[in-house]
């Protein structure tokens, strides 16, 4: 199997991490965004979205990687996908609570406006508008992931024992949030997760593309929320 894939994208790091965690035969092939191989004919044949990551299995290609992680855990009958019914719903459930809710607020309106210039806003009216939408709403969805998400005894979401494809996936979303500095200190449930998270043997090889991004930001004056964890 091909993965292409870029690991600075939060779409590609959950796949990465799970391949690498549930030790997945496939090849990462890099996809350059910053030159727009993402938009070229041999890339956009695959993936008309001009979206990474794209998954190749032997000719079979699928897009989106909340869809990569579930064929990938079923097809190598991983428990971080379990079979039973409700288990699967209920991890089905936070995936897509991540994708359509977390992300559009948090992603799209509070920290893609402020690093990618295509992301702004047109007027700074606009711009400030989207920023306290994202704020607002952000915080409201962390506080609701940190009091109904993380129901014990486990440390991952949905009491878990061990991670399955969803906390894979939130973590990505939620930790993007650090490249503006947004701090969690208030929230121990996520806080906990987050470092449960980032103690998987795999984290800081699928991260470090990731590390050097968010150093590189360091010192701009984002608009953030949250406190730093103390
Ligand atoms: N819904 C898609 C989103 C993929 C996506 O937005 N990928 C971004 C990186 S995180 C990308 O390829 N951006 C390139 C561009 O905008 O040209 C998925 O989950 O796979």
């Given at each position: 199997m091909k993965l292409y894939t870029n690991p600075v994208s939060t779409a590609c790091r959950p796949v990465m991490q799970f391949c690498l965690e549930a030790n997945i035969d496939c090849e990462f092939i890099p996809v350059d965004l910053m030159k727009g191989e993402q938009r070229q004919a041999a890339y956009s044949s695959m993936n008309p979205n001009c979206l990474v990551p794209t998954l190749d299995d032997d000719g079979f290609i699928l897009t989106e990687s909340s869809a990569i992680l579930k064929y990938l855990a079923e097809k190598s009958n991983?428990?971080?996908?379990?079979?039973?019914l409700k288990q699967r719903a209920r991890i089905n459930e936070l995936m897509d609570w991540f994708n359509t809710g977390f992300y559009r607020d948090y992603?799209?309106?509070?920290v893609y406006p402020q690093l990618f210039p295509h992301h702004k806003r047109r007027s700074d009216e606009a711009h400030a508008g989207a920023l306290d939408w994202g704020k607002s709403k952000s915080a409201g969805a962390l506080a609701l992931l940190d009091a109904h998400?993380?129901?014990?005894?486990?440390?991952?979401?949905?009491?878990?024992d061990e991670p399955t494809i969803a906390d894979y996936f939130g973590a990505a979303i939620v930790t993007l949030g650090e490249c503006i500095?947004?701090?969690?200190?208030?929230?121990p449930n996520i806080t906990r997760w987050i470092e449960a998270m980032r103690a998987r043997p795999s984290w800081d090889e699928t991260y470090a593309i990731f590390e050097n991004f968010k150093a590189s930001l360091a010192g701009q004056p984002f608009e953030t929320l949250g406190a730093v964890a103390s």
């Open positions: 991983h428990p971080a996908y379990p079979k039973d992603g799209y309106n509070l998400y993380f129901p014990g005894p486990g440390l991952f979401l949905a009491g878990f500095g947004v701090g969690l200190g208030e929230y």
